[in-house]
């Protein structure tokens, strides 16, 4: 069992940075791949970044490469995602979720744990 707590975000202007922390409780966190997704209103929800429990592989949504950076730091629980040059089609609630499993997976239905999402909103 995972318990997952987003944090990091806010309003900022185009062109803007945030990073978005996700911190988690319970045993074994290094043995779960984690996703960061988002979800803006009217929208289904999309992946946009992933990363391996080991924290050597990543993927990355066409949307975000180049821009956003994921990590982990696994002694501390917590993956971050990084995110430069914002503009406003990157408004939305983002969530992370993880899953025990090695392959990054972009399909947020094979996700077990999610946590309460965190808003994202960036002004022109």
């Known amino acids: 069992q995972v318990q997952l707590v987003e944090s990091g975000g806010g309003l900022v202007q185009a062109g803007g940075s945030l990073r978005l922390s996700c911190a988690a409780s319970g045993r074994m966190f290094s043995t779960y791949g984690v996703g960061w997704f988002r979800q803006a209103p009217g929208k289904v929800r999309e992946f946009v970044a992933g990363?391996?429990?080991?924290?050597?592989?990543?993927n990355y949504a066409d949307s975000a490469k180049g821009r956003f950076t994921i990590s982990r730091d696994n002694a501390k629980n917590t993956v971050y995602l990084q995110m430069n040059s914002l503009n406003p089609d990157d408004t939305a609630a983002y969530y992370c979720?993880?899953?025990?499993?090695?392959?990054?997976?972009?399909?947020?239905?094979?996700?077990?744990?999610w946590g309460q999402g965190t808003q994202v909103t960036v002004s022109s």
């Open positions: 990363i391996s429990r080991d924290g050597i592989t990543t």
């Open positions: 979720a993880a899953r025990a499993a090695l392959v990054v997976a972009t399909s947020p239905s094979i996700y077990n744990y």
